[in-house]
């Protein structure tokens, strides 16, 4: 840790480095830039002279596939940028192939749905491959298989796809390589006395607030998908980093001090089950909890349906649910013993009036505490 109490990316054993389209690919003509993936894989090898595992979260296929099919325009449908994913990510896996292979570092590809992390086989399954991969020294470089990928299971952005991808491989540290430098207290463009943030201890509302809105129309990228990110990694007990990836060599960079910003990860160190909980992207419900319960949770203990002033949305019983603070905010993560439809019927009562209520004897708990992960 240095004198500003960031961390050094020379700690991280287990390394994840996300990579955006734009600085890939150049915008005007749609090539990719190799000299700058080139010096990126001098330092990627530098990390793993030093011994840390390196796995990549690329963007840049449906960028690098349009001009090769001639999709010129600027908005494409979903289906041309699936088409356009499909021919880009070839060029892709190639480019990185050559770039790592001057460094005679093993290149594999692998392309993730959103289904292959929520679905927890699966997730053990694509696990057990990353890690092996790993264990015989090659480079994982991964993208989400957007040839398949429809709007609804679709991650569309790879900041949460990297996040989900640290937290399940327990990788220590992520760095979003960005074309910003960090997270200001406002965006810099539109406001001069912007404040620049170098370390974020606990993601409050705050916090939230200085990503403003999503961009319109605009799904992926943007600062309140790093955020989001961040969440998910933080909460998987692994640190991350927004850095400025436009220069060359940003990695070497980074470790020389350029300015960044750092989120520290969650003191608690998490099971694996644990991060899958907090990593889930796509939660079917919320829970919205009075301010005792969440002293409770606080204090590492379940929830009961006590403390809960109102269900929202449609799930099942060990669904993934969201669980709120009055003022809305998200303050854990939990799968539900109970569905929507019984938790409706429990809210506000003691458990002890469960088996009257429903007719029938179920936990105690609306959600264990081993089934449950502060955010
Ligand atoms: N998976 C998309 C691609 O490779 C990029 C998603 C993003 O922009 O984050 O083109």
Redesign the pocket.
Known sequence: MSATGQPALAEAKRLVVKI??ALLVDEASGALRQDWLNALADDLAVQKDRGAEVIVVS?????LGRRHLGLTRKAVRLEEQQAA?AT?QIRLAHAYQSALGRHDITVAQILLTLADTEQRRRHLNARNTLNTLLRLGAVPVI??N?TVATTEIRF????RLAARVAAMMNADALVLLSDIDGLYSADPKLDSSARFIPLVATITGQIEAMAGRAPVGYS??GMVTKLQAARIAVAGGCRMVIADGRRKHPLAALADGARCTWFLAGVEPLTARKRWIAGSLKPTGRLVVDAGALRALQSGRSLLPAGVTAVEGLFERGDAVVVLGTDGVEVARGLCAYSAREARLILGHKSSEIEARLGYRGREELIHRDDLVLM
């Open positions: 955006g389209s963007s840049g296929s449906i960028a994913a880009g993208n989400e957007d569309g952005d790879n900041d992926s990228g």
